[in-house]
């Protein structure tokens, strides 16, 4: 399995070109579909959502699709996901993200879809690709259990470690070294913390840290 998580998705030269090395094309070869389900749920300014989908555009792909597995039937999805090369998922709320793959049925068919191609995460979609959901934003998993009623705790499990994003951004004041020191003690599993100037770029389970940023690895 070949994944590449991002705190903010091709943010820079380096983490683009990681993206096209999984892929083993070129970008103007390329189709992506960008699935932006995790981020219907929240209602802050999505300024963020309209530069991670630039900074797709500007890589002068074959095509860029976007695919809401939360408001299309499986059989206008599935084909559409099928003619990618790369299954992108958006930021926004990880829980919302997980009640939808296991809503859809996209849950129980995205390993063998990603067996000839690339996941690659943003934020939430990154988050969702660990074991469980313990590293997501509390907040949100409590304001998404309240408000629809779906305790999310299981993740992908694609990866056998945790990924923290948005390492020293001034939008999570709490995601510096100490918090996630303490955080690591108590998950155990390693754990890597990206700004969003960083990724991780994994092939068949070996992890290479894609950095222009900062980073941090715990439990290692």
């Keep these: 399995m070949k994944l590449l998580l991002t705190s ?21 070869d390329t189709i992506i579909a960008f699935i932006p389900t995790a981020a219907n749920i929240n209602d802050e300014d999505k300024g963020w959502f309209v530069t991670d989908l630039y900074n797709l555009k500007k890589q002068k792909l074959k095509k860029l699709d976007i695919v809401d597995i939360s408001v ?10 099928k ?14 993200l997980m009640y939808w793959l296991e809503q859809s049925g996209l849950k129980k068919i995205l390993r063998g879809l990603l067996k000839t191609r690339v996941y690659a995460g943003i934020s ?52 510096r070294k100490n918090f996630l020191q303490k955080i690591a003690g108590q998950i155990k599993k390693p754990l890597y913390a990206l700004d969003d100037q960083s990724a991780l770029k994994i092939i068949n389970g070996k992890v290479k840290v894609v950095s222009e940023g900062k980073y941090l690895i715990f439990n290692k």
């Excluded at 934003?137 to 259990?145: A, T």
């Design 124 to 175: 939430a979609g990154s988050v969702v690709t660990a074991p469980t959901l313990e590293l997501s934003n509390k907040d949100k998993r409590l304001y998404y259990e309240k408000k629809f009623g779906y305790k999310a705790n299981k993740a992908l499990g694609f990866v056998d470690f945790y990924t923290r994003p948005h390492l020293n951004s001034s939008y999570f004041p709490k995601l």
């Design 83 to 96: 003619a990618a090369d790369v299954l992108f998922f958006s930021g926004g709320n990880s829980p919302h």
């Design 72 to 81: 299309l039937p499986k059989e206008v999805w599935l084909p559409r996901l």
């Design 8 to 28: 903010a998705g091709l943010s820079n030269k380096s983490i683009a070109k990681a993206l096209f090395e999984l892929v083993g094309k070129k970008p103007a």
